[in-house]
């Protein structure tokens, strides 16, 4: 056998190794970030950009202080959602706490990218469903209107909005 063959056949062994070998099951922490805004499906997401991956969202997690932050964005770039709580530390549900600690950002003419903050006058909610600190998991359910009161724009209803994301501290 010369050293081409024996190459080759070493070099097909370890592909038929890599593609047998089985994946490790990420259903219990899939990332996802989802909502209805002004009656539309919206969901996070990204493209693939090599070093660094793709990662949909950015949820922080303060174990002891209790500060939740998110930052989510849509594959498209015209549109992300975030949000600010204090005093997380169990199940339950929140009120954000100021219009500044919530916004929908929209790319929308003719004023450009706007930042809608919550107006704490209209109905907002956030339902922490899970905490998991072994696996670093926290599930939640939230709904909003947002509003720019620099464009003068139309709010933004943003409901049916759910997110399950492994957090970093």
Request: glycine fraction near 8%; aromatic fraction near 10%.
């Amino acid at each position: 056998m010369n050293a081409t063959t024996k190459h080759y056949k070493y070099f097909l062994f370890a592909l038929l190794i890599a593609v047998s070998c089985k994946k490790e099951d990420d259903s219990r922490h899939s990332d996802i970030v989802t909502a209805t805004i002004n009656g539309k499906p919206w969901k996070a997401g990204c493209k693939e950009s090599p070093p660094f991956g793709c990662h949909i969202a950015d949820l922080q997690y303060y174990t002891n202080t209790g500060g939740l932050e998110l930052g989510a964005g849509n594959i498209e770039g015209d549109t992300s959602v975030g949000m600010r709580l204090w005093e997380v530390y169990d199940t339950g549900n929140y009120r954000i706490p100021n219009k500044r600690m919530c916004a929908i950002i929209v790319k929308d003419e003719p004023c450009g990218r706007q930042r809608h903050h919550i107006d704490e006058n209209d109905p907002q909610d956030v339902e922490i469903i899970n905490i998991d600190k072994e696996n670093k998991i926290i599930e939640a359910k939230f709904s909003f209107v947002g509003r720019d009161t620099n464009c003068l724009s139309e709010p933004v209803y943003v409901t049916n909005g759910y997110f399950k994301l492994k957090y970093r501290p």
